[in-house]
């Protein structure tokens, strides 16, 4: 089985920033993607950024030009940095892997705040 561990997050005010990271480690894995989501209170989860294999990354409209996601090997550890944060983007932030034979895995989440 394969563990992913989030940290970083916390509370900061609107226009501020933090930096997520994500490590995995347990049973062998090849990854295909590892990626950031985010899930707000009544809300569905939703892709934030996404880094593959190769080193391409996929960002939604809504954070392009604000979060930057990068890693240290393809295999991670992968971070988020997330500039000019605004109170929309408050949520639990959950790392993702997808492993190139199927399996995807998910961190527990830790939350992020924005507010003044």
């Known amino acids: 089985q394969v563990q992913l561990v989030e940290s970083g997050g916390g509370l900061v005010q609107p226009g501020g920033s933090l930096r997520l990271s994500c490590a995995a480690s347990?049973?062998?894995?090849?990854?295909?993607?590892m990626a950031w989501y985010r899930q707000a209170p009544g809300k569905q989860r939703e892709l934030v950024a996404r880094?593959?294999?190769?080193?391409?990354?996929h960002y939604p409209d809504s954070v392009k030009g604000r979060f930057t996601i990068s890693r240290d090997s393809a295999k991670g550890p992968v971070h988020l940095q997330m500039n000019s944060l605004k109170p929309e983007d408050t949520a639990v932030y959950f790392c993702?892997?997808?492993?190139?034979?199927?399996?995807?895995?998910w961190g527990p989440g830790t939350q992020v705040t924005v507010s003044s």
């Open positions: 880094v593959m294999r190769g080193g391409t990354t």
């Open positions: 347990g049973s062998p894995f090849s990854v295909y993607s």
């Open positions: 993702n892997l997808l492993d190139t034979r199927g399996p995807t895995y």
